[in-house]
């Protein structure tokens, strides 16, 4: 697993990059429905990602997964900044 964090323009974009995992890309779309097949093979029957998008909504924000044959996983989370404390 290999976590980067960068800021692009006026968001903030976090990636988890996960080798040993490939998910299927017909399978993607599935991965935040809850119960879906593809939750259902998870111990936490992939509720784990369904609050994870949804935490990122809520900080207005956005949470995204793509599969790379041979590569694995990426995981993205991308948040706007926070605004300067003015002085």
């Known amino acids: 697993v290999v976590l980067g964090c960068r800021q692009r323009a006026d968001v903030v974009v976090i990636e988890v990059w996960a080798g040993s995992v490939r998910i299927a890309a017909e399978t993607l779309p599935a991965v ?18 369904v609050l994870a998008r949804r ?8 949470l995204s997964i793509s599969s790379v044959l041979g590569r694995g996983c990426i995981l993205r989370l991308t948040l706007p900044l926070a605004p300067s404390p003015q002085a």
């Open 32 to 49: 935040f429905v809850p119960g879906s097949m593809y939750g259902q093979q998870l111990a936490d029957r992939g509720l784990g990602l």
């Open 55 to 62: 935490l990122a909504a809520l900080m207005r924000g956005r």
